[in-house]
């Protein structure tokens, strides 16, 4: 069993930078892969980052890329969205969520979810 618990979400104005972080019960995190999502008003729960479990290897949706930066320490059971140049349509509840295996991009193939965290960006 893993519980997350999400923290940093805000209100920036558009060029900012926001940190997330979410932070993990149980010893076992280090064995589950972690992404990040996020969802908008009236819009269906989408991709941001995922980070393998060692850190070794991370990706993510091309929306963000170069801008958000996921990265994680497993000493702390903590993972971390680092999002700069902030966009108004950044603005949504992001979540984050532990697999232990499957697709990294499908919310159905993560087992365990946060209960999200508000980011909204002014222009």
């Known amino acids: 069993q893993v519980q997350l618990v999400e923290s940093g979400g805000g209100s920036v104005q558009a060029g900012g930078s926001l940190r997330l972080s979410c932070a993990a019960s149980?010893?076992?995190?280090?064995?589950?892969?972690l992404g990040w999502f996020r969802q908008a008003p009236g819009k269906e729960r989408e991709f941001v980052a995922h980070i393998s479990s060692n850190g070794g290897r991370t990706h993510s949706a091309d929306s963000v890329k170069g801008r958000f930066t996921i990265s994680r320490d497993n000493a702390k059971n903590t993972v971390y969205l680092q999002m700069n140049s902030l966009k108004p349509e950044d603005t949504a509840v992001y979540y984050c969520?532990?697999?232990?295996?499957?697709?990294?991009?499908?919310?159905?193939?993560?087992?365990?979810w946060g209960q999200g965290t508000q980011v909204t960006v002014s222009s």
């Open positions: 969520a532990a697999q232990f295996a499957g697709n990294a991009n499908r919310a159905e193939d993560y087992e365990y």
């Open positions: 149980g010893r076992t995190f280090s064995r589950y892969a």
